[in-house]
């Protein structure tokens, strides 16, 4: 059985990711983002797709007249992106170190996407770098999962059959050290491997700590089941910070 280090670098689990796993969030939560951002900004604004993944909301907010840039530093994921996208610019990246040639109306970091950075210190050169790329008022909208959510959900497995691959998911959290790993198996004919994505979870003080030091005023946060309706979400939390300066 061949090993990898990251899921996200092995095409043949960004095809599954794709169309099997992330596309179901965003149906669910772009309603929110369209309330919560999209109603407040011009329909011509231009909006940064921070871990934009393989693309999907970066489809959903282009299809809507915005014009969108999208930034991950997954090679195999920006393939998708760009092939479903093509009119978009998509460019590899690592958000800590991001820096753009243009500022934005609103970046959106999306599916608990920020959980991947392994400290408050990441999170705080990721806001730093969000913080300096969009314009002042400007939203910056993102999604992160709280110990509840984390251990509430992360157990059991899950999984399934697509374009002749079985894959399965095998999530776990763990309390001490604040990290959720997925354990990913996949097997296509003779070929079989074993995939890991990690997680980090923060609290919710090292988050507003990020965002104050990283110069954002104010910030909104809800949970994304209890008070925005998102179905089966509890203890994933949406945030909103704006740029006062």
């Known amino acids: 059985m061949h090993h990898s280090a990251c899921g996200y670098s092995d ?6 990711y794709d169309a099997c796993i992330a596309e179901s ?3 669910r939560l772009f309603p929110i983002i369209d309330r919560l951002v999209l109603k407040h900004i011009s329909r011509t604004a231009r909006l940064l797709d921070l871990c934009c993944g393989t693309g999907n909301l970066a489809c959903r907010l282009s299809h809507c007249g915005y014009r969108v840039t999208g930034i991950d530093n997954s090679s195999a994921m920006l393939e998708r992106a760009r092939q479903k996208l093509p009119e978009a610019e998509f ?3 690592d958000a800590r170190w991001l820096s753009v040639s243009r500022t934005f109306d609103a970046a959106f970091c999306t599916f608990n996407a920020l959980a991947h950075f392994a400290s408050a210190q990441e999170l705080r050169a ?6 300096s790329s969009i314009d002042t008022a400007g939203f910056f909208f993102f999604d992160l999962n709280t110990e509840e959510a984390y251990r509430e959900r992360w157990r059991g497995s899950f999984g399934a059959t697509h374009d002749g691959t079985e894959w399965q998911v095998e999530p776990w959290y763990d ?3 604040r990290t959720a790993h997925n354990r990913i198996r996949l097997k296509n004919g ?6 890991n994505v990690t997680q980090h979870c ?3 003080t090292e988050i507003l700590g990020a965002l104050r030091e990283s110069g954002f005023g104010q910030c909104r946060s809800f949970d994304a089941a209890l008070e ?3 179905p089966n979400e509890n203890g994933h939390l949406i945030f909103i910070a704006t740029k006062s300066s």
């Open 202 to 204: 923060f609290q919710q």
């Open 126 to 131: 990721v806001f730093s770098r969000v913080h």
């Open 25 to 27: 969030f965003i149906d």
């Open 190 to 195: 003779v070929r079989a491997c074993e995939l």
């Open 228 to 230: 925005l309706g998102v």
């Open 91 to 93: 460019i590899e990246a």
């Open 11 to 16: 095409a043949e689990f960004v095809a599954i």
């Open 175 to 177: 309390q001490r050290s």
